[in-house]
């Protein structure tokens, strides 16, 4: 018995090979879903890490420069003491008679000094308003304001009498004298960045002259 011209094995051969033609191929059409949905989420994960890449790196350009801001805010802009910092490293200590100068006709220097006497004043240390350094009589020769109060020509130096400034150097003060000395140059090194210390002749014993000179 044939069918269109061909023998029933035939077609029963060929049926057979159809279904698995078509088994094959549904198979592939399966295989090539599973390869398309694992290609589509590996590109999206790519996508998604390039893009958190590139936000970390954006985040930390803008954290960089944030910093330099304030880097050049604390160079150029009005200099600001640390209040915890600067009453913390007071705390405890000897207060001894302070007295401020400040070069005049400064803004910054006159707050400064304001500022350095509130704190002062809070930390209940006998402390005279801010006063201008006053000119020397006769001076010899151009200097600046600041060296006539025994301070240096430019930031926040903390004038005494009768101490070795060597000896800030040695694990223990020798007096409380020099413990509140130490504990005003840690006030202003940690809440301002800096502070000098230097000696002068016309200072009484046991007390501290803060000059503030521009920056």
């Avoid at 996508?47 to 936000?55: G, N």
């Avoid at 790196?57 to 050049?72: S, W």
């Avoid at 805010?73 to 007071?90: E, M, N, S």
């Avoid at 803004?107 to 000119?135: G, H, I, M, Q, R």
């Amino acid at each position: 018995m044939q069918l269109w011209g061909r023998t029933l094995e035939f077609w029963d051969v060929t049926s057979q090979w159809l279904v698995w033609v078509a088994a094959a191929a549904a198979g592939l059409g399966t295989i090539s879903g599973l390869l398309g949905a694992i290609i589509s989420h590996e590109t999206s994960a790519l996508i998604q890490r390039t893009s958190d890449e590139k936000i970390a790196v954006a985040n930390a350009k803008a954290a960089e420069a944030n910093l330099e801001l304030e880097r050049l805010r604390a160079q150029v802009g009005p200099r600001q003491l640390r209040r915890d910092k600067f009453i913390a490293a007071l705390h405890g200590k000897y207060p001894f008679p302070t007295e401020i100068q400040y070069v005049r006709d400064d803004p910054d220097s006159f707050n400064l000094a304001v500022s350095v006497f509130f704190l002062l004043t809070e930390a209940k240390w006998p402390v005279s308003y801010p006063d201008p350094v006053l000119p020397p009589l006769r001076p010899s020769f151009e200097q600046p304001l600041a060296l006539t109060a025994g301070g240096q020509p430019s930031g926040v130096t903390i004038v005494t009498s009768g101490i070795d400034v060597t000896s800030l150097a040695k694990p223990v003060p020798q007096d409380d004298f020099e413990a509140s000395l130490r504990a005003l140059q840690t006030a202003f090194v940690t809440s301002l960045g800096r502070v000098a210390i230097s000696g002068s002749q016309d200072m009484k014993p046991e007390c501290f002259r803060i000059v503030i000179a521009p920056r």
